[in-house]
């Protein structure tokens, strides 16, 4: 058989394959809306989008630009690359076995249930609408006091385990503290004619207006504080976005290993959010005699992926006391705690966090203020418990 002949016979069994695919999703639809509609939902359902994520451009290749960028900002999904894979190879035996009970990959950012409040206030400096979350009752929390966990693992937590003393300690001598960015390249939203360069989506090199301007922040606070901080203000995540917790991981080894004194290890990201319609929004707490802050979220991370993970309940309970400390002094800054399958690098010490500081829509001098409350808030709480 010439190349030629089988070549045209590849192309009609692919035409005929897509036809067939075709057919069976729109079947059943009375219109041509009806059936437009079904093949967009078909091509743009989560299976797709992962595939996406997960590098299958075939499985994935009519997806929209923008549900792929939003795949794109999603640090928990990246860092769960491993484990999606996992779960996306079983899908179909799942499916298959047991219904509508079959596990669902973890890919979401937000916790469970949360009240969009509009703000009553004009936060129009850099043209996105703000809302502050706040839970809208304990349905699918753990609550311990004033702190909400939002739980997508198989453990079961215990209020009375949350709330005991977690084991970390600031010391008398060495750095105590690691603050360093998987996504450093993740960026705010500047006021409009912002001279601003982005090397992708929300994404810019330019420390002035990404997590790293956060960290620095943070870094000056606890400095202030006389706690010994090292910032790492290495883009982990550019050129290359996929293995950037590879990378940030091989840092913080070497880190541990020059430094023994180092307890405490923060990884600062942002957060990318949209309302139902696809719309971005910045997430904002006001705070009198402060300003306005952006609001954020601490994920913890645990063995549920099947990775060591012993003492991640440690990392939890530092969380919970840090969390309960903010939300006494800023009741609206804090977004509820998550708790996740992935490790996201939290096995290095008993004392490592996720902090997302804000969105994507928030301005730069929001998500710098929210890091200089949690920096000093962290600071009381480092002070207290290692007395």
């Known amino acids: 058989m010439s190349a030629p002949t089988f070549r045209r016979r590849l192309l009609a069994l692919a035409a005929a394959g897509a036809t067939l695919w075709a057919a069976g999703v729109t079947a059943g639809s009375e219109t041509l809306g009806s059936a437009a509609a079904a093949l967009r939902a078909e091509v743009l359902s989560p299976t797709h989008a992962l595939r996406w994520e997960l590098g299958d451009i075939w499985g994935g290749e009519d997806l929209s630009p923008a549900a ?76 311990a006091g004033k702190v909400y966990i939002s739980n997508s ?5 215990a209020v009375q385990d949350l709330t005991k003393s977690y084991d970390a300690r600031l010391t008398d001598e060495g750095p105590q503290i690691l603050i360093l960015h998987t996504h450093g390249s993740e960026s705010y939203t500047p006021p409009k004619g912002t001279d601003i360069v982005y090397s992708g989506n929300h994404r810019t090199t330019d420390t002035r207006y990404n997590v790293v301007h956060v960290g620095d922040e943070m870094a000056q606070v606890f400095a202030d504080e006389g706690i010994s901080v090292i910032h790492d203000r290495t883009l982990y995540d550019y050129p290359d976005y996929s293995g950037a917790y590879d990378r940030s991981l091989s840092a913080i080894q070497t880190y541990l290993a020059e430094y023994h004194t180092i307890h405490f290890i923060l990884d600062v990201h942002r957060d990318a959010i949209e309302d139902s319609d696809g719309n971005e929004y910045k997430v904002v707490s006001v ?20 990775k060591a993970h012993p003492n991640w309940m440690e990392n939890l309970k530092l969380g919970v006391a840090l969390q309960s400390n903010l939300l006494t002094s800023y009741p609206s800054l804090m977004r509820p705690m998550l708790l996740r399958s992935s490790r996201y690098n939290q096995h290095a010490t008993t004392g490592s966090l996720l902090v997302e500081v804000g969105a994507a829509g928030n301005s730069p001098d929001e998500a710098v203020l929210a890091g200089r409350l949690f920096a000093r808030q962290m600071s009381e709480v480092l002070k207290s418990q290692s007395k």
Do not use: C, K
């Open 68 to 143: 792929a960028l939003t795949i794109g900002e999603s640090p928990l999904l990246l860092a769960a690359r491993e484990d999606v894979a996992a779960l996306w190879s079983r899908e179909t035996v799942d499916a298959a076995s047991s219904g509508a009970d079959s596990q669902q990959p973890d890919t979401v950012t937000q916790p469970v249930t949360e009240t969009p409040l509009e703000t009553d206030l004009d936060f129009t400096d850099n043209g996105i609408p703000a809302r502050t979350l706040v839970p809208s009752g304990t349905e699918g929390y753990t609550v």
């Open 153 to 157: 693992t198989d453990h079961v937590l």
């Open 287 to 306: 705070v009198p005699e402060e300003g306005t802050a952006a609001q954020m979220t601490i994920v913890v991370g645990s063995d549920g992926s099947g």
